[in-house]
Antibody, heavy 120, light 109 residues
Framework: QVQLAESGGGVVQPGGSLRLSCAASGFTFSSYAMHWVRQAPGKGLEWLTITWYHGNSEYYAASVKGRFFISRDNSQNKIYLQMNSLRVDDTAIYYC?????????????WGQGILVSVSS | SYVVTQPPSVSVAPGKTATISCGGHNIGSKDVHWHQQRPGQAPRLVIYSDTDRPSGIPDRFSGSNSGNTATLTISSVEVGDEAAYYCHVWDSTSDHPGVFGGGTELTVL
């Protein structure tokens, strides 16, 4: 079955950087687009970014474009989210999610999420 | 950026039908997906591409999308359906293609 496991979360100071990882298993990783989505405490879901199956195309939400960067390693079945210039309002649970296809934009499966806390 | 609007809350009695709307300019021309999130859990896809159900989702869940409103309909509502529901709109023509609605809390009275 599809499994997605996020790691790399924790506490970071404002202005700092953090890299999240997501290890995928249970499917042919290189055939699917992958997303990152976040949820601030007590708030709704916010879509952040997608990488196409081949890793040659990615799109971002306007709120994180230029600060956050998605990448993938199809040989390791992992995606990453590099987060720079972190702000207090970036505090959230960050979810890794799998698309239904190579590049459809449909989130089909979700990881359990990992907490990132930006605080001094 | 594209703006998507959902009602904050909807209440329904068990066995009745709940409808949750997702509004946006010309949303009927975009792909809309719906996710259910129970408290303390990760979200789960319940409707994709406006009207399709993933395997394992009961046929009590249905969707539609036309004009400026997409709708999630849950018939014969059960206590276990109590959750937050989020629409996710995908606009493949945009540089920022993905956006979630603010979510709707479904309360089963």
């Amino acid at each position: 079955q599809v499994q997605l496991a996020e790691s790399g979360g924790g506490v970071v100071q404002p202005g700092g950087s953090l890299r999240l990882s997501c290890a995928a298993s249970g499917f042919t990783f290189s055939s699917y687009a992958m997303h990152w989505v976040r949820q601030a405490p007590g708030k709704g879901l916010e879509w952040l970014t997608i990488t196409w199956y081949h890793g040659n195309s990615e799109y971002y939400a306007a709120s994180v474009k230029g600060r956050f960067f998605i990448s993938r390693d199809n040989s390791q079945n992992k995606i990453y989210l590099q987060m720079n210039s972190l702000r207090v309002d970036d505090t959230a649970i960050y979810y890794c999610a799998r698309d239904r296809a190579a590049a459809s934009g449909t989130i089909e499966y979700w990881g359990q999420g990992i907490l990132v806390s930006v605080s001094s | 950026s594209y703006v998507v609007t959902q009602p904050p809350s909807v209440s329904v009695a068990p066995g009745k039908t709940a409808t949750i709307s997702c509004g946006g300019h010309n949303i009927g021309s975009k792909d809309v997906h719906w996710h259910q999130q129970r408290p303390g859990q990760a979200p789960r896809l319940v409707i994709y591409s406006d009207t399709d159900r993933p395997s394992g989702i009961p046929d009590r869940f249905s969707g539609s999308n036309s004009g400026n409103t997409a709708t999630l309909t849950i018939s014969s509502v059960e206590v276990g359906d109590e959750a937050a529901y989020y629409c996710h709109v995908w606009d493949s023509t945009s540089d920022h293609p993905g956006v979630f609605g603010g979510g709707t809390e479904l309360t089963v009275l």
